[in-house]
C-alpha cells in the first residue's frame, strides 16, 4: 500500500511541541487530565524521566493500569505492567514483535481484538532513551476525528456494523462515543483480517436497502459478493484515510519526554529507523483502563 510506506517510511512528519511540565510533580497529573479532556493528547517535557513509582502513580490518576500478559512480550516487562519497548531488531510483519523493531509499526487503536472495557483508554509512554540521530523513530499519531471526515457516509455505515470474527465482545470498527466517530481497528499489514458484518451492511445511510441482511463472515465466507464487496470497500477506504499524511504528526523523543495518548482520540504507529547503528530506543509503555 503506498500511502502507508509513505507515512511510515517516506518521509519526517511535524512534530507537535512537548511543554515543560508544571512546577512540582504533584501537580502533573492534573495538567496531563487538562490535556487530555481538551485535545486527547497531553505531551510534557521533563527534566528527567519518571521512576517506575511515579510512572505508575499516574497511570493510577488516570485509571486502572492493566498488566502486561502477553507471553511473547514478557522479557520485556518490569513490575507486571510496564513494558519496555527497547528497538532492538529488525523489520517485522509480526504486529506483536513490531513495537521492539527499528521498522514501522503499522496504524492502531490499541486492543482493537479485545472487548470495550478491557481496551486501554490512554496509552502512556516514557523516553528513557530516544535512540542515536541514526535511529531515531517518531510516534505516528492521526486523528480519528479527520478519519472519519476523509469516509463517505456508505463507507462509516458498513464499519459501524463490522466486527472482527474471532474476538467475543468487541465493538465495531466504528461507533459514536461522546459525539465522535472512534474507531477499533488495527492495520494487519499482509495478514488477513477476519470479519463478520451484523445488520445490512448494503442498507444505505438513508435507510434504503435492496438486500436481505448479511449473515457472520469468515473474510466474507458464508456472505454474499455484494457484501464481501462492500466491506472490501469500506475497508480500503478506511485504510486510505488513516494513511493520508495531511492530519498526521510524528513525536520527536527526547530523554524525559512524556507521551499520554487517548485511544479513543487518534490511531498511532511509528516510522521506520534504522537498525544495526546507534543506540536503541527505549521507551516505557503502561496501558491504562477507564475506571
Not at 239 to 261: C, D, Q, S
Not at 267 to 277: L, M, W, Y
Amino acid at each position: 500500500m503506498a500511502l502507508r510506506t509513505r507515512l511510515l517510511e517516506g518521509f519526517a512528519l511535524p512534530a507537535p511541541e512537548a511543554r515543560p511540565v508544571p512546577a512540582g510533580r504533584d501537580r502533573l497529573a492534573p495538567w496531563v487530565c487538562e490535556r487530555l479532556r481538551d485535545t486527547g493528547l497531553a505531551l510534557a517535557r521533563l527534566d528527567r524521566p519518571l521512576d517506575p513509582a511515579d510512572l505508575l502513580a499516574l497511570g493510577a490518576e488516570l485509571g486502572r493500569v492493566a498488566e502486561e500478559t502477553d507471553p511473547t512480550v514478557q522479557p520485556y516487562v518490569a513490575q507486571g505492567r510496564i513494558l519496555n519497548l527497547v528497538s532492538g531488531r529488525g523489520g517485522t510483519d509480526d504486529v506483536a514483535l513490531q513495537p521492539f523493531s527499528t521498522g514501522p509499526l503499522t496504524l492502531h487503536s490499541e486492543g482493537s481484538g479485545r472487548p470495550l472495557a478491557d481496551q486501554p483508554r490512554y496509552i502512556v509512554l516514557m523516553c528513557q532513551d530516544p535512540g542515536g540521530s541514526d535511529t531515531a523513530a517518531q510516534t505516528v499519531l492521526v486523528p480519528m476525528r479527520a478519519v472519519a471526515e476523509r469516509l463517505a457516509p456508505r463507507a462509516l455505515h458498513v464499519l459501524r456494523a463490522l466486527r472482527y470474527r474471532d474476538a467475543p465482545g468487541v465493538p465495531t470498527v466504528a461507533r459514536t462515543e461522546g459525539g465522535r466517530t472512534v474507531f477499533s481497528f488495527r492495520d494487519f499489514s499482509s495478514r488477513p483480517l477476519h470479519w463478520r458484518a451484523e445488520g445490512d451492511v448494503r442498507r444505505s445511510p438513508d435507510g434504503g436497502s435492496d438486500a436481505r441482511p448479511s449473515s457472520d463472515t469468515a473474510e466474507g465466507t458464508r456472505s454474499s459478493p455484494e457484501d464481501v464487496a462492500k466491506v472490501n470497500d469500506a475497508l480500503a477506504a478506511l485504510l486510505a484515510a488513516m494513511y493520508r499524511p495531511e492530519k498526521a504528526f510524528g513525536v520527536r523523543w527526547r530523554r524525559g519526554t512524556l507521551a499520554v495518548i487517548d485511544n479513543t482520540w487518534f490511531f498511532h504507529g511509528r516510522t521506520a529507523g534504522r537498525f544495526g547503528g546507534g543506540t536503541p530506543r527505549h521507551l516505557q509503555r503502561i496501558r491504562v483502563t477507564a475506571r
